[in-house]
């Protein structure tokens, strides 16, 4: 057993990070100043967008860009019952309905083929996720956006720094989102950030994330009614020194990464890592580890138990949106909601289990967890899984 319990995810953080959050406290403004400018511009520019737009969160950003299109009661938009849930919540906040579709079942990503025969004129935007850091199809959504006039947001709130047929996430859709809470490797506390190259809807999201000091006796300006939501000067701060350590934060968690992977090939029945077609890096947001078939719900359940009396983290990874209760009511998502309708969704997340996945890890801690949970899988009498 570890000296110190074996979180699921911890913040990266070092003296570039204390440096610039001193600089921003030493600022005559924490909120709407100079260093939220920075870090926007700064982050734009990773992504190869033009335009960066700082917010509190990913679905905060996912719902200004829905309402930046005039999106809502008596719209529908196309999403992923799976994946990080908090995102397509912003279709429901937003009055709009969703629709959903049945994801590809290696990469976890909306699956385009399966998502064409629904579009219709009724879909008016379709939210897609680079699902636990693995890149959508993006070639495939971006010809069925351009024939069905879809409005495409890209859901990158899980996929920091992975490359799809040469460019990084981010660089899809008309839109993109990215989340910096925690267990993201860039992570600033809570906050987002929407990247786009259209100028006049970054205007617009600035417009309804707050009132600015320049707009607050502005009578025209209030015909929309803004949020509240946007990136406070220390966030910023936090979040600009860690995308200057990007590229070292994701060779760190990549290490941990291949001690996973050494150590995974003794565990027969589980689903092999998949890095799909013209996808050229995948940066996954935490370890998942998709058990057999054999396995029951229950038996993940079983696992994550016994990883937790050995003070391991773990937790199941996705509970889909079309088995939680909001979609289930009359009228809450489009063509319905219930268990067994999207078979793929629910045969992976059945199985899935998120371990420890920082660069806090070493070689011995992966060795330990994952003899733990190989141990656990023993015990719960399912055997070697055949996946």
């Known amino acids: 057993m570890p000296e110190e319990p074996l979180h699921l995810s911890e913040p990266d953080v070092g003296e ?9 406290l030493a600022q005559p403004r924490l909120s709407a100043g100079r260093m939220v400018e920075h870090f926007e511009q700064r982050f734009a520019a990773h992504a190869g967008r033009a335009h960066g737009v700082a917010v509190a969160s990913g679905t905060l950003g996912t719902l200004l860009l829905l309402r ?25 906040l937003a009055g709009a309905t969703p ?43 971006k010809r069925l956006a351009t024939q069905h006039g879809l409005f495409l947001i890209e859901d990158s709130t899980e996929a920091i720094g992975s490359v799809y047929a040469g460019t990084r996430v981010g660089g899809f859709g008309d839109a993109a989102v990215f ?20 100028e006049a809807l970054a205007r617009e999201l600035r417009t309804l994330r707050a009132r600015s000091l320049a707009d607050r006796r502005s009578v025209s ?3 929309r009614v803004p949020l509240q939501c946007g990136l406070s000067e220390l966030a910023a701060a936090l979040g600009a020194a860690q995308l200057a350590r990007l590229p070292e934060l994701l060779e760190r968690r990549q290490q941990v990464e291949a001690w996973y992977l050494d150590e995974m090939r003794s565990f027969e029945g589980i689903k092999p890592p998949y890095v799909g077609p013209d996808v050229d890096a995948v940066h996954w947001m935490l370890y998942v580890v998709h058990l057999g078939k054999r396995f029951t719900a229950s038996a ?16 199941r990874y996705c509970q889909p949106l079309h088995q939680q209760f909001h979609y289930q009511q009359p009228g809450a998502a ?54």
């Open 221 to 223: 300006i209030g015909a």
């Open 179 to 198: 989340d910096f809470s925690q267990p993201s490797a860039l992570c600033c506390g809570e906050g987002g950030m929407v990247v786009t190259d259209d």
């Open 99 to 141: 629709l959903f579709t049945e994801i590809d079942y290696w990469s976890g990503c909306a699956d385009p083929v399966r998502a064409e025969p629904l579009l219709g004129p009724q879909v008016k935007a379709a939210i897609v996720g680079n699902v636990n850091g693995h890149p959508a199809a993006w070639a495939a959504w």
């Open 16 to 24: 570039v990070e204390r440096e610039l959050v001193q600089a921003a």
């Open 68 to 92: 930046a299109q005039g999106l809502g009661p008596g719209d529908t938009v196309m999403a992923s019952p799976y994946g990080w849930h908090q995102v397509p919540h912003a279709i429901a």
């Open 334 to 387: 489009e063509g319905g909601a219930r268990r067994g309708q999207f078979p793929l969704t629910e045969r992976i997340a059945d199985r899935a289990i998120a371990l420890p996945f920082h660069a806090g890890l070493t070689a011995d801690h992966v060795k330990f967890i994952v003899k733990t949970m190989k141990d656990s899988s023993v015990n719960v009498g399912a055997g070697a899984a055949i996946y």
């Open 300 to 315: 993940c359940d079983q696992i994550v138990e016994d990883l937790a009396e050995e003070d391991i983290e773990a937790a």
